[in-house]
């Protein structure tokens, strides 16, 4: 494109005036800071504000000029560790010269290499890098891959995340490269600078719109919330109504309120001073039947925690403790030539009572438990009783029917009947609650009720810990309170019938939504200030908004893809056709076009020609496909104007000896520019290579790996059928 630079000039000078100063600054420095994005966020509020200087922009004849870069090539891989199988010890090393094979057998570690590669340089479509799946422990991952920039020699230690920027020009082939123009859509690896001007400046733009978001959410309404019954006035309608286009009359006229307008609302509340005596009524109700419950449950907790009921409790209590005594003395007697420790223990006496049900309802149905009749057998064991068992069992017997342990379970049961005659009592939170409910205003009686409540929870908690009726406490809480709130109860209840005669008089519905107009705009000249700081927000986020739209990036996604048009698709086209006749798939029916240009990306496809709307993968056999995502990779990544390596995994698979010889003749013909790294299991393929090197005076590298017993990826000695391989 001739004079593109001034082009570009006369675009730009069509564009916000704050773009014009991002394009500038983008163009001198090629990235703009976190600070200089918010710089010219701030110039783009300004410009709807019509606060911006003028300005223009404008770019050098030698704008965006193609530069050349730097050469590198890749010279090792070791330390490998958590990838894959791979557990080298010693480095995968690619030689010095511009083409290498790494031959191996299935399973030997290629695979693995080629995924480690691909997330070290960042490739399109990275994948998932698992560790050695067989071990169960998960190793970290790490590799050192050595380069050389430049003449110099450098390494990079790779810890499992990111990539080396200094790598990410390396392009690798395998067989997932296929969908991104075969099976789908996607962008070139390259773009000329101006494109790649074009993109940082969409990005620029998103990041303002970004900022300008953020702008926004610091500028939060703090505009008070209206009484719901206010709402439905007129006033409360305007005051839901306003917006960056309320005018300073408009406050006034809905927030002004004088002694004269005090004077009616004070008239009007007289008027209705029982607005709604029903409901009133039902309240007022509700308040009394609160408080006499809380009475009813006060009095309740105290009558169960008198001092009569405390004493009952502990003589219970006592006495099951006596009755408990008495009995395991007695057991201790019966038991006293028991070999096994715990015998009349309460778990045996579970257990007891266990056999004995299962004696008389499975085993010895209708007979007195213990059988201890001739031929009988223990319920437990099964084993025969002899003489001395079945004397034991029936004294056990008749220890556990015997009128002491009769007496101790007795005993305990009295206790524990008398112990559950005192309930819960309310925690704190719910009786906060229930004595909110009661609407008890006087903050001394409040107190009163939650000090009863907690003195009769200490009585409580002490209750179960004593064993004599001398250490309860001196005397249960005072009932004061109980006596004023039964007062209190009372007027409410006459209050209530007040108000349910009150509810028989006329409506007054048009005095009260008088009365409560009035009142809304009370309410407003009492925030007159929030409303208008809020009304100054509004219009605040109005101009954002505005400014918010002139970050959209259409218009730049739409320069770019014309750009794109005679600056990548053509020459992308060109190039790509060129591969297929040096692969020898003219006869192959693709063609690769322009798809879309979305927020910048510039995306492209393959097709079949003259049949777009059939799919590549249902028309072109297996093979087809393989080279023609070979013709599209080389494309693609020859478009670029530095030296990096091109990785290629397998790539004759599926290919017939023609494509195969042509892959190999276009390979070789890459390396004398560029390095070139295939890794491959196939002999055929590495045969080729030498073959096809030699006569181009060009010495392949060959390098060999294999898999140990403690992984894969070992490099080893090149194997004898390599060695005396002929070319063909």
């Not at 499975?362 to 223990?378: F, H, M, Q, T």
């Not at 996604?557 to 790509?576: H, N, W």
């Amino acid at each position: 494109m001739k004079d593109i630079s001034g082009l570009l000039s006369k675009w730009f000078s069509e564009r916000p005036k704050w773009l014009q100063i991002a394009a500038t600054r983008l163009f001198q420095q090629a990235e703009l800071t976190d600070k200089e994005v918010n710089d010219i966020s701030k110039l783009c509020q300004q410009e709807v504000e019509g606060k911006i200087p003028n300005t223009s922009c404008s770019f050098p004849a030698s704008a965006f000029s193609q530069g050349t870069t730097g050469f590198l090539r890749l010279c090792s891989i070791s330390n490998v560790e958590g990838v894959n199988a791979l557990a080298p010890k010693k480095p995968l090393e690619f030689g010095k010269g511009n083409i290498t094979v790494v031959y191996g057998y299935n399973g030997s570690g290629k695979s693995g290499y080629v995924r480690l590669l691909k997330h070290v340089c960042g490739a399109r479509d990275l994948g998932t890098l698992h560790s050695n799946v067989y071990k169960p422990v998960s190793t970290e991952q790490k590799a050192c891959i050595s380069f050389e920039q430049d003449g110099t020699i450098k390494s990079h230690m790779w810890t499992g995340q990111g990539i080396c920027q200094y790598l990410n020009g390396v392009d690798i082939f395998d067989t997932s490269f296929g969908k991104f123009f075969v099976s789908s859509e996607d962008e070139v690896s390259y773009e000329p600078p101006i494109l790649s001007f074009f993109s940082s400046l969409i990005d620029v733009c998103e990041k303002v719109s970004v900022a300008l978001d953020v702008e926004t959410s610091q500028h939060q309404s703090k505009k008070p919330n209206m009484p719901a019954d206010k709402k439905v006035t007129a006033e409360g309608i305007w005051y839901d109504s306003i917006s960056d286009k309320t005018t300073p009359q408009e406050i006034d006229k809905n927030c002004t309120f004088d002694s004269k307008d005090e004077a009616e609302l004070q008239t009007l509340q007289q008027r209705l001073s029982e607005q709604f005596p029903a409901e009133k009524a039902k309240q007022l109700k509700r308040q009394q039947q609160h408080i006499d419950a809380l009475v009813q449950d006060a009095q309740k907790y105290l009558k169960q925690l008198s001092d009569e009921n405390c004493r009952l409790i502990i003589a219970a209590k006592m006495k099951s403790i006596i009755k408990k005594e008495a009995a395991d003395t007695a057991a201790e007697k019966v038991f006293s030539g028991s070999k096994l420790e715990g015998i009349g223990s309460d778990v045996w006496k579970a257990l007891w009572d266990a056999a004995r049900n299962y004696s008389t309802s499975l085993a010895y149905k209708k007979i007195e438990y213990p059988n201890v009749s001739d031929g009988s057998r223990c319920v437990l064991c099964h084993q025969s009783l002899s003489q001395e068992t079945k004397e034991r069992l029936v004294s056990f017997e008749n220890f556990v029917k015997g009128e002491m342990q009769k007496a101790a379970t007795e005993a305990a049961k009295e206790y524990d009947t008398a112990a559950q005659t005192v309930e819960v009592l309310p925690s704190p939170e719910s009786l906060k609650t229930r004595i909110d409910a009661t609407g008890i205003q006087q903050e001394g009686i409040a107190c009163q009720v939650t000090e009863f409540f907690a003195q009769l929870q200490a009585r409580k908690d002490q209750l179960f810990g004593i064993d004599s009726e001398e250490n309860i406490l001196a005397s249960p809480p005072t009932q004061k309170w109980i006596d004023d709130v039964n007062v209190d109860s009372k007027s409410l209840g006459e209050l209530a019938s007040t108000y349910v005669e009150d509810s028989k008089s006329d409506n007054r519905d048009e005095i009260k939504n008088k009365l409560n107009s009035i009142q809304a705009r009370k309410w407003l000249s009492e925030n007159r200030t929030a409303i208008d700081e809020e009304v100054n927000r509004l219009k605040l986020l109005s101009k954002i908004q505005e400014a918010k739209k002139t970050t959209n990036t259409k218009a730049l996604s739409q320069k770019k893809g014309e750009l794109a048009e005679a600056l990548i698709t053509d020459a992308f086209v060109q190039r790509f056709n060129t591969e297929l006749k040096a692969l020898c798939a003219c006869q192959v029916k693709v063609e690769i076009v322009k798809s879309k240009v979305s927020k910048g990306r510039v995306l492209h496809k393959l097709q079949l020609r003259g049949a777009a709307h059939r799919s590549l993968g249902d028309v072109l056999s297996e093979g087809e496909n393989r080279i023609v995502s070979i013709a599209a990779f080389l494309a693609d990544v020859t478009g670029k104007s530095n030296q990096a390596p091109f990785i290629f995994d397998d790539p004759i698979s599926s290919l017939d000896q023609t494509y195969e010889e042509a892959v190999v003749t276009r390979l070789v013909d890459l390396s004398v520019d560029k390095q070139v790294i295939v890794f491959t299991h196939r002999l055929s393929l590495l045969g080729t290579i030498k073959d096809c090197a030699e006569k181009k005076s060009i010495k392949p590298n060959i390098v060999s790996i294999r898999s140990a017993d403690w992984g894969t990826g070992e490099p080893a000695p090149i194997p004898l059928s390599q060695v005396i391989l002929k070319p063909h």
